[in-house]
């Protein structure tokens, strides 16, 4: 049987954008990608992790790898890299324990954390009400979300009545797609057309329906936005950001490992490790200078 051949989801994004430069010059990851700011192993922390995740010998993160620079994979196309997966490493540090990734989709991510697929969850979510009933959160970084257009455009993306009249790509599950459902009768109250909205399974499928002009502006995290369109700026620009949004780490309801993770975020912004993850990934105006646990209880 011929070997299939596979380039990683981003990669191929890029090598399409970048005349065949993609995330990395080698088949093999860079090491750069690899190498993670650690947190400081305590004893007494580690002791308030849950009996079977300490005897399991590591946390078990569930992880979206196709939204860089969060979390996507490297060029061997099975080790995870980015923002989230250095959090995620450092916070386990921590808590004197590995990290260790589990690859799902976005839509799939809460069921499966409901399911005891994972531990946690590292994905670049927003903590709404609706995903409070369904998950504790543990808030880590201050994101936001961003249009993305093809450069051979011009149109600005202020707020939703700009989107009216075009075609709209989103990822299925995201914020994005909720908040555009629940906006549906901007157009009409505005009487101008409707968007038409597309869904994509990833941001990879969306990245390259806009790359094929089967839609007009991509709504996204303004992390993956932000990425894309510095990366190929001959291609892809940014045509407007929107609202701040929380970004946290999720668990099971009433699991007993959001209190440790949160008191691990809390010494990593105090002793300068989330500020050199935030650096080392060009994140720094996204800080977060506290955080918090929501619940849904307040």
């Not at 010059?25 to 992790?49: F, K, N, T």
């Not at 691990?264 to 990934?281: E, P, Q, S």
Request: glycine share 10%.
């Amino acid at each position: 049987m011929t070997p299939t051949v596979r380039l990683t989801a981003w990669s191929l994004v890029l090598a399409l954008t970048m005349s065949g430069c993609a995330l990395g010059s080698s088949a093999a990851p860079d090491p750069a990608l690899v190498e993670r700011p650690h947190g400081r192993c305590d004893p007494a922390l580690a002791a308030a992790v849950p009996p079977a995740v300490r005897e399991r010998g590591g946390v078990l993160v569930g992880m979206v790898p196709d939204s860089p620079p969060m979390g996507y994979h490297a060029e061997d196309d099975a080790t995870i890299v980015g923002f989230d997966r250095d959090m995620s490493q450092a916070i386990a540090d921590v808590l004197c324990l590995p990290a260790e990734p589990v690859p799902t989709s976005l839509d799939a991510i809460v069921p499966g954390l409901a399911a005891g697929r994972y531990d946690m969850i590292l994905a670049s979510l927003s903590p709404t009400a609706e995903r409070q009933k369904k998950a504790d959160f543990v808030t880590y970084y201050n994101g936001g979300q961003g249009f993305l257009a093809r450069s051979d455009t011009d149109f600005a993306v202020h707020s939703y009545p700009d989107l009216c009249g075009r075609v709209v790509g989103v990822v299925v599950g995201s914020v994005q797609q909720g908040q555009l459902d629940q906006a549906a009768d901007t157009c009409a109250r505005a009487g101008r057309p409707d968007w038409q909205l597309r869904l994509y399974p990833t941001g990879t499928a969306a990245a390259l329906a806009l790359r094929a002009d089967r839609i007009e502006v991509l709504y996204f995290s303004i992390s993956l936005t932000q990425y894309v369109a510095a990366k190929s700026p001959g291609l892809f620009r940014l045509a407007g950001r929107y609202k701040r949004a929380l970004v946290a780490a999720g668990f099971a309801k009433g699991s007993p490992l959001t209190g440790p993770v949160h008191e691990a975020v809390r010494r990593l912004m105090a002793d300068g490790t989330y500020l050199a993850i935030l650096d080392k990934w060009g994140l720094r105006d996204n800080e977060l200078d506290h955080t918090d646990i929501l619940d849904g209880r307040s």
